[in-house]
DNA sequence: CAGGATCCGAGGCGATACTG
DNA sequence: CAGTATCGCCTCGGATCCTG
């Protein structure tokens, strides 16, 4: 394959140039919980602090019980969120992000900026006529 | 676009709410994109350079034909990614990153690194028998 | 080579009802 | 309050065939 001096940015890549294949595998299980529709809006949430089930419900609307639980259910599996149960009555439940998943607050506040920050751009370049289109060359 | 003052701290994540309610929408919105299975792959496989539809089938083991061509069109919907058709034949068409993609890259290489550093840990704490059954309270 | 069209199963996801 | 259980829609996503 060609290489990536041809764009000029090659000081971005860096030793191994971007992702070696073997590495594929990996990403994906981890792309895969970390980048569903609901998981990054809980970690999202909770790097303000822990918080409790119905709280999180709240906070994010749209989500039905099923994939609060859910979602809560994989990244506590994953350790990225923590789960305090205390046996009072009413019963309590305060979720709250593990260290693991203390490093990705930072990564899915940057994601998140950056939504903020391009989200117009985005849906104005949605509105575009082509760009998707079969149109034609430049040779 | 806006502004590029970048990798700072930018007005909109306060102290203390972290993300207002009111941007969860495009939030939602933005994350269904660029979070779902395929399109992070297919930028951060994009981050070494232009490639063509066939090579990027083949850096992305997995992938369908359907769902290669369905990213790639979000993607270039969204503005993150451009495509270029070169009216050659055999039919030549080069996928790259666009601008607004590349400020994505970034974001995208950090959560890989991320996945890299800790996919172990999580793959630990998976097979840990709880945190997710319905056990008791530690108060 | 790049991708459109179609069929089809798996499971994501929501709504509702029930429990401790 | 914090879930669990069940049902059913509907989309996601893969396999296959076909075109320019």
Redesign the interface.
């Known amino acids: 394959?060609?290489?990536?001096a041809?764009?000029g940015?090659a000081a971005?890549?860096g030793p191994c140039?971007?992702?070696p294949?073997e590495?594929?595998?990996?990403?994906?299980?981890?792309?895969?919980?970390?980048?569903?529709?609901w998981s990054?809006?809980v970690i999202?949430?909770l790097?303000?602090g822990p918080m409790r089930y119905t709280d999180l419900q709240r906070?994010?609307?749209?989500i039905s019980q099923r994939m609060l639980t859910r979602t809560l259910?994989q990244l506590?599996?994953?350790?990225?969120v923590?789960?305090?149960?205390?046996?009072?009555v009413p019963p309590r439940v305060e979720y709250a992000l593990a260290p693991?998943g203390g490093?990705?607050r930072d990564?899915v506040?940057?994601?998140?900026?950056?939504?903020?920050?391009?989200?117009d751009?985005?849906?104005a370049?949605?509105s575009?006529p082509d760009?998707?289109a079969?149109?034609?060359?430049?040779?």
Chains 1, 2 share one sequence.
């Open positions: 394959m060609r290489d990536s041809d764009t940015m971005s890549v140039a971007s992702i294949v590495h594929m595998g990996f990403v994906r299980q981890v792309l895969d919980r970390v980048g569903d529709k990054m809006l999202a949430v790097e303000s906070q994010i609307p749209g259910r506590a599996e994953d350790g990225l923590s789960r305090t149960a205390y046996a009072e693991l490093e990705l990564i506040r940057q994601l998140i900026r950056w939504a903020a920050d391009h989200h751009e985005i849906r370049n949605r575009r760009a998707t079969p149109s034609e060359a430049r040779p």
